[in-house]
Nanobody, 125 residues
Framework: QVQLVESGGGLVQAGGSLRLSCAAS????????MGWFRQAPGKERDFVAD????????YYADSVKGRFTISRDNAKNTVYLQMNSLKPEDTAVYYCAASNNWYGPRVPERGYDYWGQGTQVTVSS
């Protein structure tokens, strides 16, 4: 069992940056593939990025490729999402997730076992 808590969301102008953190407790994050998802108002939850549990390989949604970077610090049990060149369409609640059975990257959403409560990111134009 692992508990995930996101932080770092907020209000930022278009073109700005934010770094989200996902702190895990209960079991070391090194045991899990980790991912970030987001859900905008009135829309379904979408994949953003994920990272392999062992070798750090990553995978990104086309909409964020080149702007967002996922990383992990297993010593701190934390996964990060660095978001640069933010756009109004990036506005959403961002969730981190952990997969116990997949190595990643490219873990399907159904492959995630644990989810955080989310952190709001709002990008103004």
């Amino acid at each position: 069992q692992v508990q995930l808590v996101e932080s770092g969301g907020g209000l930022v102008q278009a073109g700005g940056s934010l770094r989200l953190s996902c702190a895990a407790s209960g079991r070391p994050t090194g045991r899990y593939a980790m991912g970030w998802f987001r859900q905008a108002p009135g829309k379904e939850r979408d994949f953003v990025a994920d990272i392999n549990r062992l070798d750090g390989r990553t995978y990104y949604a086309d909409s964020v490729k080149g702007r967002f970077t996922i990383s992990r610090d297993n010593a701190k049990n934390t996964v990060y999402l660095q978001m640069n060149s933010l756009k109004p369409e990036d506005t959403a609640v961002y969730y981190c997730a952990a997969s116990n059975n997949w190595y990643g990257p490219r873990v399907p959403e159904r492959g995630y076992d644990y989810w955080g409560q989310g952190t709001q990111v709002t990008v103004s134009s």
